[in-house]
């Protein structure tokens, strides 16, 4: 029987979409990629013996990460590791972690940075920043202008994305 992760993976994921990102199993093509990349990361350190029970659990781990993270981003931060003048093993699951992490936090400082404007043409000369005046049933009130709306909804999307 086919699992809804199968069938429709968008509902699945968003069903945890609170917490900091939707832990979604990988799919059969994803963990071929996966083990493709720990072959290669394996093959990079050729001086290297890792124990298979070692490796064993570094896979478990780094499979994890994967499907927390996302595949794109675990390869990004293997790389970004392998990379590091100092790396001369492979790198240890909780450097990887770390590294995600740390990745995470510069993706969200950056989104965080290319927040829509607060205050637009229509909103500036208004009552406040933000706000334009209407009027509901006869009554005058004030309500969000559309480049508060469009700010909320970003900022709504970066906490889902990463986290409050
Ligand atoms: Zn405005």
């Excluded at 931060?77 to 936090?105: C, I, W, Y």
Aim: aromatic residues 4%; glycine residues 4%.
């Amino acid at each position: 029987m086919e699992s809804v992760s199968q069938i429709a993976p968008e509902l699945s994921a968003g069903s945890t979409a609170a917490l900091t990102r939707s832990a979604a199993p990988l799919s059969v093509v994803e963990i071929t990629q996966f083990d493709q990349m720990l072959a290669g990361m394996v093959a990079y350190y050729p001086h290297q013996e890792i124990p298979s029970e070692t490796m064993e659990q570094f896979r478990w781990e780094l499979r994890r990460l994967a499907e927390i993270h996302g595949l794109p981003a675990l390869r990004e931060a293997m790389l970004s590791l392998r990379r590091r003048p100092h790396q001369k093993f492979f790198p240890h699951p909780n450097d990887v972690q770390g590294e995600l992490e740390a990745m995470a936090t510069r993706a969200k400082q950056k989104a965080e940075k290319s927040l829509p404007p607060l205050g637009c043409v229509v909103c500036r000369e208004s009552v406040a920043i933000g706000l334009v005046p209407i009027e509901r049933n006869g009554e005058r009130c004030v309500e969000m202008c559309e480049c508060r709306k469009a700010r909320e909804a970003a900022r709504k999307e970066i906490a889902n994305t990463w986290g409050c």
